[in-house]
Every structure is written in C-alpha cells, then in structure tokens.
C-alpha cells in the first residue's frame, strides 16, 4: 500500500475509467473514492481498488452517511466503511455537512441544514460520533444549497464554523461549491469563500457546474469554470498548497481530459508554492 | 437526544422530500425559507430527479423497452410509482432498486417480459458487486445465479439499448454469473447437462426429468461451466479445501 499521505492533485476514481486508471502514465498524485461504491461488494471493482492504493495513497469521500442526519448511524455500515479505510490505508474520512435520511428513508442527495446553533451542535456532535466510531479525523465539506432552509438564522460561514470549530474536524473546502452558491444567492463569491473557515481547509475539490434556468446546480458534469479558477488561486495565495481533487461525477469524459484539468490545478498549486518559497 | 427544533425540521422535511406535501406546507411548520417557497421545493425536485436516475442507471433495457411502448412518460410515471411505494434505505444508492422487478411483476399492464428483463438487470448487478467471500466455493445466490425465462432475455436486453426489435419469444436457461477468475460477468446458456452439473456441484438431488442423463455427460457439462468460469474448477486450491460432497 501507498503512503497514505494526500498531497498534491488527484481526481476521483469512477467506473468510466476502470479499464484505464492502471494504465495512466501521467501525473497523479492520489484517487478520491466514494466509498460507498465498495462497502460492502466486492469482485472487479475492489480487486481494482486495491491494485489502485499500492500505487496512489487513497482519499475516501462519502455520500450518504448522513453527519448531520437525525437517525443512529448504521453500525453495519460503518464498520464496512472501517474495513475499506483501513484496506486502502485511508488516513481521514471526508463527508458533506449535510443530511441524506430521515426516519430510515434515503434520499441519495445533499441536504442543507437550517443554518443555526441547534443543527451546528447536533452535527458537531455527530461528526465526533463518527471520528470516535472510524477511529479516524473527519472532514466536512460546504455543500451547495439551492434554498436557505427554515429556521436558519446564520449566513452559511457563520454555520459552517460553528460546526466544525464545535467538532475541531477539518473543512473539505468546495470552491466551486461557494461559486454556485453566491451566484445562487446572489452574493459576492470571495465574501462567502472568506467567510468560510478557510483556515481549516484539508483538501479542495474542484468541480464544473451548469446552468439550468436562473440556478446553476453542481452537476460536476463540466470542465472547472473560470471563476472557480479565481476563487481557487485566491485560497492557494492566501493559504498555501492543500491537496486538491478535481471532481467530474456527471458526463464523465475520457481520463485524459480530467487529467487535464489536474493538470492545471497542479500548475496553479505549484506556482504557489514556488512563490511562497521566493517570499 | 436530537434538538427538538431539529426534530421538527425533519419532521417537517421528510414528507416534502417524498412528494408528499409542499414547500407551501413545510413553510407554514417551520417559518419561511428566506430563498423563498420555490426555492424551497426545488429539493423534492431534486430527490425524484435522483430516484429516478438510480432506476434508469440500474435498468437501462427496461427503460428503453418503456420509452418503446409509451416514451419517457411511461418510464418517469413507473418510477415514480416505485419510490411511493419503495422508499431508499441503506448508504447504497443501488439497493433503492432492489424490489424494483418483485414490484414491477404486480403492476397491471406491464408486460412480463419487462419484469424479466429487470430481474436481468438486477441479478447482474448484484453478482458484479457480490462480495468476495461467498458462503460457498462456487457461490451459489451471491455471484451465481440461474435463471429461467420466458424470452431470450439476455439477448433482448442487448436488443432494447440498441433499439432493435425483440425477435421470437423463446425460453431460455440461463445461468448468470460474474467469472470465477476473471470477475467479468456472464450468461451461460443451460442445457439439461448443464442443469444437472449445477445441481450436483450445490449437493441438490437431480429431478427425474434429468434422471436419464449419462454421468459423462454431466461431468462433460461441468468442464464446460468450470471453462467458462461459472463454476470454480475442483482443482483449485478454494475448492479442495472444501469437503467434497457434491459429486
């Protein structure tokens, strides 16, 4: 197995590429899973996976464990999701900072939370839950919300910091997450970064984004944006190189063209750090 | 112990998010949403668009057969049918999909082969992704299943994505399977021989319609399945380390 240090850029592991991730000859410095792709199964994929971790160090990013739900978590689950870190020697478990179930139901989607102290305590104390339970530290990531939910009587940095100083985990941070967002609530983009807990940034995802009517909805299913760009260059100015996946979930193409957008990540990740070498 | 504010929010949620009621009605629980009602349904929109994506990826011959029958309304109208009376449970997106051919045989006016076409589906979805560690060598049930249908079913799968026409109903046995070495899927066309070497390998007694078969015969067909990767070979170290009990 990889050492499991993440660094640098890597890009998200999915079935299109199966048949030629082994054979990349470019450079990648990890592959991101959604784990709940391989709790649990087994057969090519996981043989494929475990190939994948003795070349590349692993990240795990889940979809559906629910941090800020109102239901127990599955222990089943979790302990399903254990042996997978553990297989691909997976050093910190990412989530979303959102809700996925109630009452045993799935929606298989992203859903915000009312931006408030009660909700950032409930999830606060999930989110330690699920560490203790993973034996792992935890990071959540910004989600995109396309309605500020009930009940909220906080901006979403606001929110966000609560829970994960209240949780003292890691943030995800999702760039293009915060773009589609400000321009959803038409707010300014590098307002809503910076009122991020941007400090506490462990990994970036970068994403493309669509247009639908008067929304733009993360759909993953594009090339990274332009003002995504920006917004990732003024985190790297401000913070310095934190390892960044570029994620395309929707429409994927052929593995060279998400490189390509590694690639230019990785260009923009190492001039900052040249440059704060020279300063 | 929840907040009973998030308590409610939930309880507020969750009908919404199924179709159920509103973002008009959760408003009037909750308070307003300051993006605005509109913005607020927005997300049961999101969930069915969700469901129904899971259906479509799961059982794309389905789909193409309906979109043949009645277009893409016939396809959206079935599923979402299927999530009001099915829900999604479980971290797995793909066990949403689980009961969808059990439910699909007691819909009126769906043709059977439709049901079969998604039991198709279905089964070689959860031999792909069956664990490795089976409760036998072979793996009867888990990465191994065998099949009878009223129409050459897997061929008319192939048929359907390619919108081809469905050709004569003819039944077949088949045997669906993800490779024993390989860990490709497959579908094994059974014969009585084959029938029998499966039966035999599972320590099941053969009926009497397979009674008159020679024992060349079966263990011939068996070389066939082990070839072809539906069976393990009785000289792999897995299956020597198993009590011989099936032949």
């Known amino acids: ?279 | 112990m929840i907040a009973p504010e998030m308590t409610a929010f939930f309880a507020a949620m969750a009908p919404m998010l199924a179709g159920r009621i509103d973002a008009a009605q959760v408003e009037s629980r909750l308070g307003p949403s300051p993006s605005g009602t509109a913005a607020l349904g927005f997300y049961a929109e999101l969930v069915r668009r969700n469901l129904h994506k899971i259906l479509s990826d799961v059982f794309p011959s389905v789909r193409a057969v309906c979109h043949g029958d009645g277009g893409e309304g016939r396809w959206v109208q079935l599923a979402a049918a299927y999530a009001d009376a099915h829900p999604g449970t479980g971290a797995d997106p793909n066990l949403f999909a689980a009961r969808f051919p059990q439910w699909l045989a007691t819909q009126t006016g769906v043709p059977a082969v439709w049901t079969e076409l998604a039991d198709y589906e279905w089964t070689r979805l959860i031999a792909f992704h069956a664990p490795d560690a089976a409760s036998d060598v072979d793996g009867f049930d888990v990465r191994l299943f065998v099949r009878q249908y009223s129409s050459d079913i897997p061929r008319l799968a192939v048929a359907a994505l390619r919108g081809e026409a469905p050709g004569a109903e003819v039944p077949v046995l088949v045997a669906v399977f993800r490779h024993a070495r390989t860990a490709h899927l497959g579908t094994f066309r059974l014969g009585a021989a084959g029938l029998a070497a499966l039966a035999r390998r599972r320590g099941l007694p053969l009926p009497a319609s397979l009674g008159a078969l020679s024992d060349d015969a079966i263990l011939q067909a068996q070389d066939a399945l082990v070839e072809a990767g539906v069976l393990v070979s009785a000289q792999s170290p897995d299956h020597r380390s198993e009590p011989c009990t099936h032949d």
């Open chain 1, 1 to 279: 197995m990889q050492n499991a240090g993440i660094g640098g850029v890597g890009i998200g592991l999915r079935r299109e590429h199966y048949g030629e991730i082994l054979q990349c000859t470019r450079p990648l410095d990890f592959l991101e899973i959604v784990p709940e792709n391989f709790v649990g199964r087994g057969g090519a994929p996981l043989s494929l996976l475990r190939r994948c971790a003795e070349r590349w160090p692993i990240a795990a990013h889940g979809v559906s464990v629910s941090p800020g739900g109102g239901d127990a978590f599955d222990g089943d689950y979790l302990a399903g999701l254990a042996a997978v870190l553990g297989d691909c020697g997976v050093e910190r478990y990412t989530d979303h900072l959102c809700y996925a179930a109630i009452g045993g139901v799935a929606y298989y989607d992203l859903l915000p939370l009312p931006f408030c102290t009660a909700a950032a305590r409930h999830t606060a104390a999930r989110i330690i839950e699920l560490s203790d339970r993973l034996q792992r530290p935890i990071a959540v990531e910004n989600i995109s919300f396309y309605a500020t939910m009930p009940g909220s009587v906080q901006d979403e940095g606001d929110f966000v910091r609560e829970v994960v100083e209240r949780a003292d985990c890691g943030l995800l941070l999702d760039v293009n997450n915060v773009y589609v967002n400000a321009v959803n609530h038409g707010c300014d983009p590098l307002e809503m970064l910076w009122a991020l807990p941007t400090e506490r940034a462990v990994h970036i995802h970068l994403a493309g984004h669509i247009r639908e009517g008067e929304r733009l909805l993360d759909n993953h299913g594009a090339a990274v944006g332009d003002p995504v760009w920006a917004l990732y260059r003024a985190v790297m100015a401000r913070h310095g190189p934190i390892p960044t996946l570029v994620e395309w979930d929707t429409a994927i193409p052929a593995l060279d063209r998400v490189l390509d957008e590694a690639d230019k990540a990785r260009a923009i990740l190492q001039a900052c750090a040249r440059q704060r070498e020279v300063a």
